[in-house]
């Protein structure tokens, strides 16, 4: 998860804010049978037809990669802001 984590967060960093001012929020959260690791932004977002799962950029592939690991799923909300809720089984 940390790598996880790192890679959403350098991501938004480098892409979310232009002026340079912005907020990223990390929450970990656990319910009955599932942890849910959600990463967000209030930057400017992502385009609308961005796939996370068929991205070529070399972070999200690696995100997507380490979920599949953990057999977790991404949501993903591109405005406003963006933000990722990565869905895995408590194990």
């Not at 790598?3 to 967060?9: G, K, S, T």
């Not at 002026?19 to 400017?44: H, M, P, R, S």
């Not at 950029?57 to 977790?72: D, P």
Request: glycine content about 8%.
């Amino acid at each position: 998860m940390g790598i996880i984590i790192n890679e959403l967060a350098t991501n938004s960093i480098k892409y979310a804010f232009p002026n340079k001012k912005g907020t990223i929020t990390i929450k970990l959260t656990t319910q009955k049978d599932k942890i849910e690791l959600t990463v967000a932004d209030d930057g400017i977002g992502l385009p609308d037809s961005i796939d996370p799962e068929k991205t070529e950029t070399l972070g999200l592939k690696l995100v997507n990669i380490l979920t599949k690991q953990i057999n977790g799923k991404i949501n993903l909300k591109t405005k406003p802001g963006t933000q990722f809720k990565i869905t895995f089984p408590k194990t």
